[in-house]
């Protein structure tokens, strides 16, 4: 696999110049882990946390599916904050996520540098409306691009779950824990570890990702709303000025 490269375009800064997708065609999936990571906030007067035993973990897993399937999509606020040993400072953006179960989501990215990342389960698009460029990747075609997203999806639907993740679960202020690492070696390349933290009623309300070089994504969802949402708000159809690239070929 080619080497990941820290993905700086959620907030560029107006001169920077934009990275060649046909040489970095990998960096998107840095995008991905950002869209499903619930955020680590930092919280005084936490209470002490217990690690659930197996039985319970295996019984809160069982409460998550049944949740899964009965509300299958949720959308949310989100304010993300991104570390980098290529940054000075946090990388800061704020925007709105929709996703549905098993694998269509939508990304808006608000602000000076604004994007849309966009999947209806059979292609994904980056849209950047402030350059006119737009980058389209067809699913089904790359076996490691589609099991790493498959993978990295598992960890906000919980569906086929045990085959990416080992787990911990922790009972902590009412709510849960859970702290996600890669079981497969080609995961282990995109994430270290991921941790998500639910209310009582199994929202998530904030997590933390560890990326493999160092770098940390904190997200805050706020607005979280169980519901369902059409299909057509995972088709995109990029205006017709755009400069359309396909960094993995057909």
């Not at 930092?42 to 659930?52: R, V």
């Not at 980058?135 to 569906?159: C, M, N, P, R, V």
């Not at 690492?181 to 270290?192: E, F, I, W």
């Not at 941790?195 to 994504?217: N, Q, S």
Request: aromatic letters at 10%; glycine letters at 4%; one cysteine or more.
């Amino acid at each position: 696999m080619v080497q990941f490269h820290t993905n700086l375009e959620m907030n560029r800064p107006r001169k920077m110049k934009k990275p060649n997708p046909s040489k970095q065609p990998w960096m998107m999936l840095y995008r991905v882990p950002a869209l499903l990571c619930p955020v680590l906030l930092l919280l005084s007067n936490i209470a002490p946390a217990a690690e659930l035993p197996p039985s319970e973990r295996a019984g809160l897993l069982a409460r998550l599916r049944d949740l899964r399937e009965k509300h299958p999509a949720l959308k949310a606020d989100f304010v993300e904050e991104k570390m980098s040993h290529l940054l000075n400072k946090p990388l800061s953006t704020e925007g709105t996520m929709e996703f549905s179960i098993p694998d269509k989501f939508r990304r808006e990215v608000k602000g000076n540098n604004p994007s849309t990342t966009i999947s209806n389960g059979k292609v994904l698009w980056i849209y950047y409306p402030k350059f006119k460029e737009a980058e389209l990747y067809t699913l089904g075609q790359h076996s490691f691009f589609d099991d790493s997203i498959q993978a990295l999806t598992a960890g906000f639907s919980f569906e086929h779950f045990d085959e990416f993740y080992n787990l911990k679960a922790f009972s902590e202020n009412g709510g849960y824990r859970l702290i996600l690492t890669p079981r497969r070696s080609n995961l282990k390349r995109l994430v270290k570890e991921l941790t998500i933290w639910l209310d009582a009623a199994y929202t998530p309300l904030k997590g933390y990702l560890i990326l493999p070089k160092g770098d940390e994504v904190t997200t805050t969802y706020n607005n979280v709303v169980r519901t369902q949402i059409p299909d057509a708000t995972f088709d995109f159809t990029p205006p017709a000025d755009t400069h359309i690239s396909k960094p993995l070929g057909k």
